[in-house]
């Protein structure tokens, strides 16, 4: 009788050791700051990167209506003294320098020349971002262009570059002219039957016209079309690829992401005296995608193959960066232009699910500042699904909220 005595109270203390053990996702969890309402949470943000020349706001998908809104306010909220740019992805480079008037409209349709016409409609048309555009729009808020994919002047690139400069128009015009704009149009189609040929005559006469800008005597205009025919031939890169095979579709990422650097780049060292805020996703913002098990077949390891946006930009201005990953523990995500949307339901192993727990309207947490999460795995929905990694390598801080929404179009 006094053994099972023993044991039994041996048991009952192991059985409250665990219920005393807490899941790192919940350690985790337990460390973010609580708000109760968004604009509270800004102030430490903003303490956090105030001595920042990027900061860097991501976003699990490109439909988390609620997001984009929590986005644009803190855009808003950091730049209240105007010393930020907002640097944007899906909008084209050009795009940003002939909208802010550093270059010429030319021979752009000025019927189109709008923010929210060269911004992706994915944000632009957006319920939720239509405060940031307006902001673009009245220019309040600064803005430029970072993606090498078609934006609104692409679709006039082979136009605006003859119109531009007399050296580069002896290259374009003439016979060329017809040939490249047919070959342009097809590849901002993602024409599959595009050949070998006709990319190699297009990559061959991009190339004679960045050789031609060598004549420009305008400096300023001279770097930009320079940029504009480095971000073709990127895109040219990409479509080389033809997106048809799982291996070009992630190196295709790569050339990307590669290039939206190279623009971010050529902007802070163009401007020296700026700050900027990009806008992006979780994805293209993490700055060691390889801490991340991807986790999925064909190839679980396929994050160990990517160097993105957040790592490029962390190696040219180290320790001038903040990435900030934005998710959230439930509601729906869903595009402005569908009827359906996705319920948010994070996976019970996820710090969002622990966060849920919580109950708190808001969350932040400055993984920059707890250096002993470095080397600590936990699993998160920062990428959609629920993933494995030491997201604090990945990232410098996450934005929490309870919940998301669908987005919703502007027109509403």
Request: glycine content about 8%.
């Amino acid at each position: 009788m006094k053994k099972a005595f023993h044991f039994t109270f041996i048991l009952l203390l192991a059985l409250l050791a665990s219920c005393g053990t807490k899941t790192t996702e919940q350690q985790i969890a337990n460390e973010f700051l609580a708000f109760s309402d968004e604009q509270a949470s800004f102030e430490p943000i903003k303490s956090v990167v105030k001595d920042k020349r990027i900061v860097i706001l991501g976003e699990a998908g490109h439909a988390d209506g609620k997001t984009f809104e929590i986005k644009s306010k803190l855009i808003e909220y950091l730049n209240s003294n105007n010393e930020y740019d907002v640097v944007l992805e899906g909008m084209g480079f050009l795009d940003g320098a002939v909208l802010q008037g550093v270059l010429p409209s030319l021979c752009i349709d000025s019927n189109y020349l709008d923010v929210a016409n060269a911004w992706n409609p994915l944000w632009s048309q957006t319920k939720e971002a239509s405060s940031l555009v307006e902001a673009m729009r009245s220019g309040k808020v600064s803005y430029w262009g970072m993606d090498c994919q078609p934006s609104l002047s692409d679709y006039f690139l082979i136009p605006y570059l003859l119109a531009s400069s007399p050296s580069v128009s002896s290259v374009l015009g003439g016979s060329a002219f017809d040939s490249l704009m047919a070959i342009h149009d097809r590849m901002m189609s993602m024409d599959t039957t595009l050949t070998h040929n006709e990319l190699d005559y297009f990559d061959s006469k991009m190339s004679q016209a960045r050789k031609a800008l060598e004549e420009e005597t305008n400096l300023e205009k001279k770097a930009i079309l320079d940029m504009t025919i480095d971000n073709a031939l990127a895109f040219l890169g990409q479509v080389r690829l033809g997106f048809t095979e799982w291996d070009a579709i992630n190196e295709g990422i790569n050339i990307r992401d590669r290039q939206m650097a190279k623009n971010v780049e050529w902007y802070l060292n163009h401007f020296p005296d700026r700050k900027i805020i990009i806008w992006t996703a979780n994805f293209h913002g993490a700055k060691k995608i390889d801490q991340i098990v991807y986790g999925k077949e064909p190839e679980p390891d396929l994050y160990k193959k990517f160097v993105l946006l957040g790592e490029h930009l962390e190696k040219s201005f180290p320790d001038q960066v903040y990435s900030l990953a934005f998710t959230s523990g439930g509601g729906s995500t869903g595009f402005f232009y569908a009827n359906d949307s996705t319920a948010i339901v994070p996976d019970s192993t996820s710090m969002e699910f622990q966060l849920s727990q919580r109950g708190m309207e808001h969350g932040f947490c400055d993984l920059s500042q707890k250096k002993d999460l470095g080397d600590t795995g936990f699993n998160s929905i920062i990428f959609g699904d629920c993933k494995p990694g030491k997201w604090a390598r990945a990232f410098d801080g996450i934005f929490y909220l309870k919940e998301n929404h669908k987005a919703h179009s502007v027109q509403e």
